[in-house]
């Protein structure tokens, strides 16, 4: 592994042994946290190529924060959860991410960066970020979990799979996957308490047991760890009502309101207004019961 080591906080903003409370002081306000999405990349199945200039990307981030959004999450490869992913070199992905990740996390908050290589977790923590978002929980590149263990950083340990298997148990197989990936995190030295656990909405799932793994989250409640939760225009919706991605914030903000009611601390969304809208009223009238 040839990253460097965890840097020292300075004026640049970058990475620094103090970002690893960044989430913990975030999850410690008592309310669902909402976790911008920003892809800079030409092929994300909801919005890819609307972000890819520079200046519209940090514009869009700095738009999610404005509207509420606790923290931005950067990628610059798609991960398309339902196949047909183009894989983008290391050299590509850095350029898609140089200019925009240390402009967004000089706007102040979290930043979080979407990647499954740890080539480009430890370049995107030395210029500030904040969080790993794992989408193979630990499982793929086998240097993840020691870049994550050697910067303290939270992880975002997501359930994934080649392909669904619409005759499994899809719970019992998200819970067989984060033992294994907590077992990977122990072994590397990561503290259990900088672990997010994302039972991967519409990733290696069909629609049915997508919707299986939001309705029966709180049975991930046992590993005494926070949940995220990004059902934000996957296909799910589709199943039930035909819409194209940019016309499901319906269905969207269904899904996300009943994760939270079923544990979820945090909610990945393309539209945070809408999104931080429908928490706050939800908290607020449960707030009257």
Do not use: C
């Not at 069909?206 to 793994?213: H, L, N, P, V, Y």
């Not at 969207?252 to 429908?278: F, K, M, N, P, Y």
């Amino acid at each position: 592994m040839n990253a460097a080591s965890p840097a020292t906080s300075d004026a640049s903003g970058t990475a620094s042994t103090s970002t690893a409370s960044a989430l913990t002081s975030l999850l410690a306000l008592g309310r669902p946290l909402v976790m911008g999405i920003l892809n800079v990349t030409p092929d994300s199945f909801s919005d890819g190529g609307a972000f890819l200039a520079p200046d519209v990307a940090v514009a869009h981030a700095e738009e999610m924060i404005t509207e509420g959004g606790d923290i931005i999450d950067i990628g610059g490869e798609s991960s398309r959860p339902y196949g047909n992913r183009v894989a983008v070199s290391t050299e590509e992905e850095l350029r898609r991410l140089e200019f925009v990740l240390p402009a967004a996390v000089r706007m102040g908050r979290p930043v979080s960066i979407d990647t499954m290589k740890a080539t480009v977790a430890a370049w995107a923590l030395d210029h500030g970020a904040a969080i790993v978002n794992d989408v193979w929980g630990l499982q793929r590149d086998p240097e993840m979990a020691e870049v994550v263990a050697r910067y303290r950083v939270p992880v975002i340990v997501m359930h994934n799979r080649d392909a669904a298997d619409p005759h499994i148990d899809i719970m019992a197989d998200i819970a067989a996957f984060f033992e294994r990936s907590l077992a990977i995190a122990a072994r590397a030295g990561i503290q259990r308490d900088l672990i997010v656990l994302d039972p991967g909405i519409g990733f290696g799932k069909t629609a049915e047991q997508s919707m299986r793994a939001i309705a029966t989250l709180d049975r991930l409640k046992t590993f005494g760890l926070p949940l995220l939760v990004g059902a934000s225009r996957k296909r799910l919706i589709n199943t039930v009502i035909p819409a194209l991605p940019d016309q499901r914030l319906g269905g969207s903000l269904a899904a996300h309101i009943l994760a939270v009611e079923r544990g979820a601390a945090i909610i990945r969304a393309h539209d945070v207004a809408a999104t931080v809208q429908a928490l706050r009223v939800m908290a607020a009238i449960e707030a009257n019961a």
